[in-house]
DNA sequence: CTGAAAGCGCTTACAG
DNA sequence: CTGAAAGCGCTTACAG
């Protein structure tokens, strides 16, 4: 690879000269800039990035963190549908992505994540922080990277899904519709602070349209998975005269569809089943899944155009995006029959 | 940040030995290493990486790309499949993943990426490489930075899945199951090596079975979404005694379904569709959904492991992964009425 | 086993 | 407007 020593020997210059036309700086004539840039096309040449790094402290790289808190983290669509928002960002202002899923534990994330953070690899960070086992986002502090936290991590700047009202807006709609009697299947609140809010949401919800809440019937040991969404239906509809399934998340929405199905119900003319999410899945199964879409993208296109601010030296808004109901055709008013 | 000249300092030896005792060279006494670890440890120091890239040239940093051929690519399985089995390789050594999915023009790959590839910032790559469009390796070549190719492309080091056994088993289940009119709902094939062989395979099948696959109807202006497998289903299914549609990919195939469906026929009792891929909601989908599943984690997890061993300077085995027969509820034989 | 010194390829005051 | 020189924080022969 030739060097900037090689490129200042065949325009007749300088290294310092031809760093500063390749950097922009305005001091220079035309003259000067167009043997350096013939230099440098002739000889193909591209900077070191390494060496930029070290002795400018920029590197043009965006770490962008998602805690692997469960297996087959990347078929996750809010990781999917953030990472494509943060690209796009990123990609149209020349910067480079390094993308971490560090392992967490109660001691706080791995070492081998502790060392990328503290390289001065990164120009700064977009980190999902939701789980509050241990922030991901914490350790960077020392190092004053700028970071910009996609959840409820208590940090400085941060963007977040409006959970609060998309689980109000998912619950009106099923009690709007009648029902009474209103399942509820989710997984530990503790494991997530997005569902925290979901829950405070239909709860409220709930309690103004002067439904008992707390005696809804509630399976809670789920795991976002089909599966429990299956093994969560089971258990609700067996003990109670339910007509309607709220579901945490839209996979244990599709597992309890088919639940409720194999026990001979129809949805939703027997049982309304909702769910949150509106993944790919949601609208091509059959009954396609009233649901709730956090619009994802937005909220790695928001955060990394923070990041960006920042990097600027500017000072963003923190910003809480409204999520949208998608109604279709899992719900409907109950049957008087149940 | 801490520097190995103030560890140095504080362990009352020289930087060299401070950098020695942490790379794990051999020569040192066992008190010099309990000085250096305890200063280390009392500082908190952790090594700036750009520093070490520039006087070592490792950066333990792995570049991982996808051409970016067409939107929402991360919602793409089999590029999420192969992250997820490339993260966990390079998780376990250590290294870290610069994501990069650069935009492909006939003069090749934008001039970001190319920086990138010759910044000295990756110690390997592991590309999709299946577009015929242009190569996202062959700029690599000039730097000698260690490559795999999951693909077609032609690398000396690759991996890729067996398109030919996976299209051959799956016209072969369709032809078994008596199927003689069958429909192929496709995409140009320029598009996509992967594309070119599973045509092969699918011809050489029904023309081993004695079909004449020439004069099989077929819809060739597919993009992979939903809604081109509706559009092709209409058209091959207005003009012909078809029984059986073989589609390129699921989501060709699940658009399909609907429409047969739409028409006013059952899958599998009047119509056979299969698909090409397995991803989530093909198992879902009701009826679940007749295809190939590509393995496609392994192809991440292998192309990942030939990274090393070239990194090891190895020289490792390119390989092609079979593919699995899944078969479902959406085919079945023909009835003869049709 | 340990340390002084050169060098990796840039950027950035500073002087001219 | 241009260039000599120091310095970014490491690693690595080399000498001792």
Redesign the pocket.
């Known amino acids: ?5 090689e ?2 020997q065949k325009a ?12 922009n ?5 035309e ?3 167009r043997k350096v840039m013939s230099a440098v096309e002739e000889l193909g ?4 990035l ?3 790094a ?5 590197t043009h790289l965006i770490g962008v963190i998602f805690p692997y808190v469960y297996e087959g983290i990347f078929t996750d669509p809010l990781v999917q549908y953030i990472l494509e928002g943060v690209e796009a960002e990123c990609n149209e202002r020349g910067y480079n992505i390094v993308l971490s899923t560090p392992r967490l534990s109660p001691d706080g994330p791995e070492e081998n994540y502790r060392r990328l953070l503290q390289s ?1 690899y990164l120009d700064g960070i977009v980190a999902l922080d939701n789980v509050p086992l241990s922030s991901v986002l914490s350790p960077s502090l020392r190092k004053n990277t700028p970071a910009v936290a996609i959840g409820y991590g208590d940090h400085p700047y941060f963007v977040r899904s409006d959970d609060l009202q998309g689980s109000t807006s998912l619950m009106e709609h099923v009690v709007s519709l009648g029902h009474r009697h209103i399942g509820i299947l989710t997984v530990d609140e503790s494991l997530h602070y997005s569902i925290q809010n979901r829950h405070l949401g239909l709860q409220t919800t709930a309690e103004t349209a002067g439904l008992n809440y707390a005696q809804f019937p509630k399976f809670d040991r789920g795991d976002f998975s089909i599966a429990s969404g299956m093994q969560g239906a089971a258990e609700v509809l067996n003990q109670e005269n339910v007509t309607a399934l709220v579901c945490i998340n839209d996979r244990m929405a599709l597992g309890a569809i088919q639940q409720v199905q194999k026990m001979g119900f129809r949805v939703p003319d027997d049982i309304t089943v909702v769910g949150y999410d509106d993944i790919l899945s949601a609208q091509l199964f059959s009954p396609a899944l009233t649901t709730i879409d956090q619009r994802a993208p937005e909220l790695g296109h928001q955060a990394a155009q923070m990041l960006f601010a920042l990097l600027n030296n500017e000072i963003p808004d923190s910003v809480v995006i409204p999520t949208r109901l998608c109604i279709r055709e899992s719900s409907a008013p109950p049957k008087s029959s149940r």
Chains 1, 2 share one sequence.
Not at 25 to 29: D, G
Not at 45 to 48: C, I, K, T, V, W
């Open positions: 690879m030739p060097t900037l020593a490129v200042a007749g210059v300088s290294i310092a000269t031809v760093s500063k036309v390749l950097s700086t305005p001091y220079f004539t003259e000067t800039r040449y591209l900077p070191n390494a060496a930029r070290l002795s400018s402290g920029k001065s």
